[in-house]
């Protein structure tokens, strides 16, 4: 979704915010642009498209002299794409220059309001009229005039603004959208992720929801809405710069697949250090609290949706305890029961899912308690929550979701091991047992991709075809969901995933002679029950393609195709069979020439309902 950059300091700043954007690239986004202070006015330069597109209007035209400045990445929601909607926007008499990420829900009121007091507004989106507003209110203190805007717009939104007549300096505020300012040296960068300014400055202030700031090059203070200054401490992120380049792959989704055992490996590390026992120290539930809860609820949206639905096999297994799942954005707007006792566990990549954000803060208000399982460090979730899980996935770029899904899988496996844990469901030997089983699966699945070719030659013979049904059960009908969400949205290939044993009640009829079925057909106690599923698929002359453990020979009697992954115990397979899956829906995207990193229509973080 939106992306801001802006940048304060004695460097010149063009390319700094454009590079900026280039790093923003991956939220998804239709136009961009910057605002940059030259010779005591500002400039504003967008255009609808690409960052090629914004280049191409920035030939000629670098700005050397810029010191001060603002850039974006919009992604439409009010008023279409077009280069009168890209931010930056400004005031009516083009001192004022903001960016706007989010929604400002009341913009209609004030903006004819706003209209009738006699400002001139030239485009149709929200975000234009904080740039008005901040005009209204500005009498010398642009901070001021932050403040005072912030009470007058609701919403979801994170803004900077800048003032030609305050050459070194950036303000802004923050509800529920997220905002980092880099501290450099004599420089200040202000993004809404940190890969926009990792390349420059590691050293990172989190503006809290609901806070003010103000940014010079020698200075950085966060205010409440009071405008009293807060303590904030300079956090220091281990990112590696390298993350955000492709290093080598072609794509950053095929280097993300292959990143998958490293995100297990630190995603696992230090988790199960002693034998049987399970340390999240995040988590801030003690053992007690945790002995004490008696549902968990998962609500999570799309490819986190998924790792949640494996979450309800291995809790009901391991720990014995009653799941719920739901997609946030029902459950918010439902009347959900719960109680002190239940856990509600929220699951999302970025952190900055709004209709997951708002399904936790629906469960707190309801009394229960509440847990993320987050990417994200200080992402917005982290503070919605009463504890976190992170998955160390590191930063993920590609827009479908590969490694932090696998990192999510296993971080709901260790919430599981240690509900099982407190719960005496498992002694600690099983626990153990288990977790030495898990060390072994980043090797195991570093060796698998170190071979894979089959998926490759797989996605050649069916990459043509209109339409691919996906069939699983068990904990291979997450695993199924999966698949079939990463082909569709990478490939635009209608699919359609279901429970293997539903689809005599009505998919089958989908079914013709060659249609490709994907089965996840891994060992385990529903494996025979797949097998018949897949005599049925076959009785309609459909080409299975199935994902089978190493060694079952008795399967190729099944199927067209196999993808064998390594063998593991049945709970911890999604963590081996969704990789092929992944890697065939990456293999058909290439072939039918689509931008698997920046599909079509998607953005990496879903900012609004
Ligand atoms: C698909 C994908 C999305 C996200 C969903 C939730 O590949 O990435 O379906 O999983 O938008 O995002 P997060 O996890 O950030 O809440």
Redesign the pocket.
């Known amino acids: 979704m939106c992306g801001i950059i802006a940048y304060a300091g004695s460097r010149s700043c063009t390319g700094l915010l454009y590079q900026g954007l280039r790093k923003l690239e991956y939220r998804g986004y239709d136009s961009a642009g910057l605002s940059v202070l030259v010779d005591g006015s500002i400039e504003v330069v967008r255009a609808v498209g690409n960052m090629d597109s914004l280049e191409r209007e920035l030939k000629g035209n670098g700005h050397a002299d810029a010191r001060l400045g603002l850039g974006h990445t919009r992604w439409a929601t009010h008023g279409r794409p077009s280069s009168e909607n890209a931010h930056p926007h400004s005031d009516c008499s083009g001192k004022i220059s903001i960016v706007l990420n989010g929604i400002i829900e009341n913009y209609a009121g004030l903006k004819e309001k706003l209209a009738r007091e006699g400002h001139r507004f030239t485009s149709e989106t929200d975000a234009e009229v904080v740039a008005h507003l901040i005009e209204k209110h500005y009498d010398g203190d642009l901070l001021e005039a932050v403040r005072r805007t912030y009470a007058d717009i609701a919403g979801h939104f994170a803004f900077c603004a800048i003032h030609s007549g305050h050459p070194q300096m950036i303000a802004g505020a923050r509800k529920e959208c997220p905002l980092l300012v880099g501290v450099g040296e004599e420089e200040v960068f202000v993004a809404s992720a940190i890969p926009a300014f990792l390349s420059e400055t590691r050293d990172v202030i989190v503006v809290g929801d609901e806070e003010l700031f103000v940014a010079t090059p020698g200075e950085v203070q966060v205010l409440d809405l009071g405008k009293k200054r807060l303590d904030r401490e300079i956090t220091r992120v281990n990112w590696d710069v390298g993350a955000a380049e492709k290093s080598g792959y072609e794509t950053f989704m095929r280097k993300e697949i292959y990143e998958q055992p490293d995100a297990l490996i630190d995603t696992i590390a230090g988790r199960m250090a002693a034998p049987g026992q399970v340390v999240l120290e995040e988590m801030l539930v003690s053992d007690e609290a945790l002995a004490g809860i008696d549902k968990v609820y998962i609500v999570?949206?799309?490819?986190?949706f998924h790792a949640g639905m494996v979450g309800r096999y291995v809790l009901e297994d391991w720990a014995r305890i009653a799941v719920e799942l739901d997609i946030a954005s029902e459950f918010r707007y439902r009347e959900p029961v719960l109680s002190p006792s239940t856990l509600v566990v929220g699951?999302?990549?970025?952190?900055?899912?709004a209709d997951?954000l708002a399904a936790m803060r629906q469960a707190r208000r309801m009394g229960a308690r509440v847990l993320a399982i987050t990417n994200i460090m200080g992402s917005q979730a982290t503070r919605d929550a009463d504890g976190v899980i992170y998955t160390r996935a590191g930063l993920e770029i590609g827009?479908?979701?590969t490694k932090?899904h696998l990192a999510q899988i296993a971080a709901i496996q260790l919430l599981a091991l240690k509900l099982a844990q407190v719960r005496n469901s498992l002694g600690p030997d099983a626990i153990g047992a288990i977790a030495a089983e898990m060390k072994t699966i980043p090797g195991l699945l570093a060796d698998y991709l170190k071979n894979e070719s089959a998926t490759h030659e797989i996605a050649k013979r069916y990459y043509r075809q209109p339409f691919f049904l996906y069939l699983g059960r068990g904990v291979g009908l997450p695993v199924c969901l999966e698949g079939a969400?990463?082909l569709k949205?990478i490939s635009y290939i209608p699919t359609e995933a279901y429970a293997a044993g539903e689809m005599k009640h009505g998919p089958i009829a989908l079914l013709d002679k060659g249609s490709p079925v994907v089965v996840v057909a891994t060992d385990g106690h529903v494996y025979e029950k797949v097998v018949s599923n897949i005599e049925e698929v076959r009785a309609r002359e459909a080409a299975v393609i199935a994902v089978a453990t190493e060694g079952n020979e008795g399967i190729k009697a099944y199927s067209d195709d196999i993808m064998y992954v390594p063998r593991t115990s049945e709970m911890l397979s999604p963590l081996v069979s969704v990789v092929p899956l992944q890697l065939l829906a990456y293999h058909i995207a290439q072939l039918k020439g689509c931008n698997v990193d920046q599909p079509r229509n998607l953005a990496?973080?879903?900012t609004v309902e």
């Open positions: 999570a949206c799309g490819t986190s699951i999302s990549q970025s952190g900055e899912t997951t827009v479908a979701a932090t969400l990463k949205e990496k973080t879903v």
